[in-house]
């Protein structure tokens, strides 16, 4: 049975007067206060109806307070045992809930529940929609304006154990064989004991990690022979075929071996080069959605792009919220140059789409630009790479207004331009001019059999004027502010620990990720709120920014200079007079 609470209508008398005027002011100013005004009556119940019967088994606890806790539970990184002593006892979540009663009925949370309800979360993609939801209701209270914003990825773990090959390997080989033991106990005994007792006795696991690096080959060998054996054993057997733990020891095979012969031949197995296995290979037959990056590891990324202030003022950028507009969970091994023009078409859903992005280079290809500018968006972003010293590029080409070539870079002018197909130049200058040039080494003008010839195509030459355009001091004051969202990084891993994660799999690291970037939007707003409020209590008077001492300063000097002015006229006046 459903049970669902109207918490837009207002209490005929207030449950919460008891508190006192000083406990319900640290409330009202605080996360919670923020929370059960603006974010709980908002949140998206009505999703979770298909889930249970309206009106019969036992009552629901009340929808919102619940869903809220999960929210709540991401936002302060608790596991389920703490969580439920926060909504037992923790005045601050009751508050925020807007849980008035005193019973069991209303104040207590089982882990169960706590479970289920994530689960049916999960399954009807409703973390998503609770981010995107409360990302929106924050935009229009705290009237955020998303003109400008950056992005970055960060590299996040989830909580699986780090595996080298060799134990990649022989963890599949073990978990499949726990499998095969527990669903065919016949097929099970059929295998050899040598077999069985080299990866589920209690130490096997453990004897594989602490192989000498001289012996790691041999090992490899051999276990990887058990891996071939295996799949062809079991490669007809649908029964068999049909398990997860199958599918993942064939992986690992396709992924770190290479398979020699026929099914008529006897087949001979070898271990990969490192070099030869995908950075989308299997990590650990735990979490089989992660992914490996050649820089940072196993794990997960996240995709994140915030709004930011470019105020100078102290004061407006306290008053300003930065908030989260936009973030995506992916495996570790998928480059950042996709997750540009997605995450900006998430934010013109939201009617939250930016004028300006700030991106480091490996978001900011021509592609990109290119794209993003037909979206009416300005990609601010260096170029990826590094050129040469005394190279000259397409930028150092004279050019008109149209970006028309009209000489070389020592002042001599084509003798001949052709378009070729798809936006492709070739222009020709004189080859006396040319095999006589200081530049030539350093060029990109190549010799032909009558001429030399430069030859491009236009996106090469916007890629060089940008490239040219990010040592002037416009591009360096813009792009400066991109660092600030490695400050957002670190806090969302102080407050939410959202770089390691108690959970595992793609869909229930993307869960977490979506509501503890929910806490961290909530935890900004309530300091922006914090701040208004300040401002607004605050006399004019005995505010003191750096513009009206500066303004103060300058009044002070100028006063100085009138007086100072005046005593040399008069004295100037006496002296005339005197003469």
Same mark, same amino acid.
């Not at 940072?296 to 996240?302: C, F, L």
């Given at each position: 049975?459903?049970?669902?609470?109207?918490?837009?209508?207002?209490?005929?008398?207030?449950?919460?007067?008891?508190?006192?005027?000083?406990?319900?002011?640290?409330?009202?100013?605080?996360?919670?206060?923020?929370?059960?005004?603006?974010?709980?009556?908002?949140?998206?119940?009505?999703?979770?109806?298909?889930?249970?019967?309206?009106?019969?088994?036992?009552?629901?606890?009340?929808?919102?307070?619940?869903?809220?806790?999960?929210?709540?539970?991401?936002?302060?990184?608790?596991?389920?045992?703490?969580?439920?002593?926060?909504?037992?006892?923790?005045?601050?979540?009751?508050?925020?809930?807007?849980?008035?009663?005193?019973?069991?009925?209303?104040?207590?949370?089982?882990?169960?529940?706590?479970?289920?309800?994530?689960?049916?979360?999960?399954?009807?993609?409703?973390?998503?929609?609770?981010?995107?939801?409360?990302?929106?209701?924050?935009?229009?209270?705290?009237?955020?304006?998303?003109?400008?914003?950056?992005?970055?990825?960060?590299?996040?773990?989830?909580?699986?154990?780090?595996?080298?090959?060799?134990?990649?390997?022989?963890?599949?080989?073990?978990?499949?064989?726990?499998?095969?033991?527990?669903?065919?106990?016949?097929?099970?005994?059929?295998?050899?004991?040598?077999?069985?007792?080299?990866?589920?006795?209690?130490?096997?696991?453990?004897?594989?990690?602490?192989?000498?690096?001289?012996?790691?080959?041999?090992?490899?060998?051999?276990?990887?022979?058990?891996?071939?054996?295996?799949?062809?054993?079991?490669?007809?057997?649908?029964?068999?075929?049909?398990?997860?733990?199958?599918?993942?020891?064939?992986?690992?095979?396709?992924?770190?071996?290479?398979?020699?012969?026929?099914?008529?031949?006897?087949?001979?197995?070898?271990?990969?080069?490192?070099?030869?296995?995908?950075?989308?290979?299997?990590?650990?037959?735990?979490?089989?959605?992660?992914?490996?990056?050649?820089?940072?590891?196993?794990?997960?990324?996240?995709?994140?792009?915030?709004?930011?202030?470019?105020?100078?003022?102290?004061?407006?950028?306290?008053?300003?919220?930065?908030?989260?507009?936009?973030?995506?969970?992916?495996?570790?091994?998928?480059?950042?140059?996709?997750?540009?023009?997605?995450?900006?078409?998430?934010?013109?859903?939201?009617?939250?789409?930016?004028?300006?992005?700030?991106?480091?280079?490996?978001?900011?290809?021509?592609?990109?630009?290119?794209?993003?500018?037909?979206?009416? +968006?300005?990609?601010? *972003?260096? #170029?990826?790479?590094?050129?040469?010293? =005394? %190279? /000259?590029?397409?930028?150092?080409?004279?050019? &008109?207004?149209?970006?028309?070539?009209?000489?070389?870079?020592?002042?001599?002018?084509?003798?001949?331009?052709?378009?070729?197909?798809?936006?492709?130049?070739?222009?020709?200058?004189?080859?006396?001019?040319?095999?006589?040039?200081?530049?030539?080494?350093?060029?990109?003008?190549?010799?032909?059999?009558?001429?030399?010839?430069?030859?491009?195509?236009?996106?090469?030459?916007?890629?060089?004027?940008?490239?040219?355009?990010?040592?002037?001091?416009?591009?360096?004051?813009?792009?400066?502010?991109?660092?600030?969202?490695?400050?957002?990084?670190?806090?969302?891993?102080?407050?939410?620990?959202?770089?390691?994660?108690? +959970?595992?799999?793609? *869909?229930? #690291?993307?869960?977490?990720?979506?509501? =503890? %970037? /929910?806490?961290?939007?909530?935890?900004?707003? &309530?300091?922006?709120?914090?701040?208004?409020?300040?401002?607004?209590?605050?006399?004019?008077?005995?505010?003191?920014?750096?513009?009206?001492?500066?303004?103060?300063?300058?009044?002070?000097?100028?006063?100085?200079?009138?007086?100072?002015?005046?005593?040399?006229?008069?004295?100037?006046?006496?002296?005339?007079?005197?003469?």
């Amino acid at each position: 049975m459903i049970r669902i609470r109207d918490h837009k209508t207002a209490y005929l008398i207030d449950p919460w007067e008891y508190l006192g005027p000083k406990r319900r002011k640290l409330l009202d100013t605080s996360w919670a206060g923020l929370f059960r005004e603006h974010i709980l009556p908002d949140l998206p119940v009505h999703k979770l109806s298909s889930h249970y019967a309206e009106g019969f088994g036992r009552p629901t606890k009340e929808l919102y307070a619940a869903m809220g806790a999960l929210i709540l539970q991401q936002m302060h990184d608790l596991t389920d045992e703490e969580t439920v002593n926060q909504f037992s006892f923790n005045l601050q979540w009751h508050y925020a809930l807007d849980i008035p009663g005193e019973s069991d009925e209303s104040k207590y949370l089982s882990a169960k529940t706590l479970w289920t309800l994530r689960q049916n979360v999960t399954a009807a993609g409703l973390d998503r929609e609770l981010f995107e939801a409360t990302t929106e209701t924050l935009a229009k209270v705290f009237n955020v304006d998303a003109s400008t914003q950056r992005i970055d990825s960060v590299h996040i773990r989830s909580n699986m154990r780090k595996l080298g090959r060799l134990c990649l390997m022989a963890q599949s080989i073990h978990d499949f064989l726990v499998n095969l033991r527990r669903q065919h106990r016949v097929l099970f005994d059929s295998l050899e004991k040598e077999l069985t007792h080299r990866y589920l006795t209690e130490k096997a696991l453990g004897c594989f990690s602490l192989v000498k690096p001289s012996e790691s080959g041999k090992t490899l060998e051999t276990v990887s022979r058990d891996l071939l054996a295996l799949t062809r054993r079991f490669c007809e057997n649908n029964r068999v075929t049909s398990m997860n733990t199958f599918a993942l020891l064939l992986r690992v095979l396709q992924e770190q071996c290479h398979v020699v012969g026929c099914n008529e031949d006897p087949l001979e197995v070898t271990v990969k080069d490192p070099k030869q296995v995908p950075s989308s290979s299997l990590q650990n037959p735990s979490d089989p959605d992660a992914g490996y990056d050649g820089h940072k590891g196993q794990g997960y990324q996240i995709q994140a792009m915030e709004t930011y202030c470019d105020s100078h003022n102290k004061e407006t950028r306290d008053t300003t919220l930065n908030m989260i507009t936009h973030v995506e969970v992916e495996p570790a091994h998928i480059s950042d140059v996709h997750a540009l023009i997605p995450a900006l078409e998430s934010a013109e859903e939201r009617e939250l789409s930016p004028k300006r992005v700030l991106a480091d280079a490996s978001y900011g290809s021509q592609d990109n630009v290119d794209r993003a500018g037909g979206m009416g +968006v300005e990609v601010i *972003s260096p #170029v990826m790479g590094t050129l040469k010293e =005394k %190279t /000259i590029t397409l930028s150092d080409f004279p050019r &008109t207004c149209a970006n028309k070539i009209v000489s070389c870079p020592q002042g001599h002018k084509p003798v001949k331009f052709s378009q070729g197909k798809k936006g492709s130049w070739s222009i020709a200058f004189d080859s006396n001019h040319c095999r006589v040039c200081p530049l030539l080494d350093h060029c990109l003008v190549k010799e032909a059999k009558k001429r030399h010839y430069l030859r491009f195509n236009i996106k090469a030459l916007r890629t060089a004027i940008r490239r040219a355009s990010e040592d002037s001091h416009e591009f360096k004051d813009k792009y400066r502010w991109r660092s600030g969202i490695e400050a957002t990084f670190s806090e969302m891993n102080a407050k939410t620990g959202i770089k390691r994660l108690r +959970v595992r799999g793609l *869909s229930a #690291v993307s869960y977490c990720v979506f509501l =503890k %970037t /929910i806490g961290i939007n909530i935890l900004r707003a &309530t300091r922006v709120k914090r701040a208004l409020e300040k401002l607004r209590t605050t006399p004019r008077s005995a505010v003191l920014t750096v513009e009206s001492l500066i303004y103060a300063v300058k009044e002070h000097f100028l006063n100085l200079y009138r007086r100072f002015s005046c005593i040399f006229l008069e004295k100037g006046e006496l002296y005339a007079n005197n003469s």
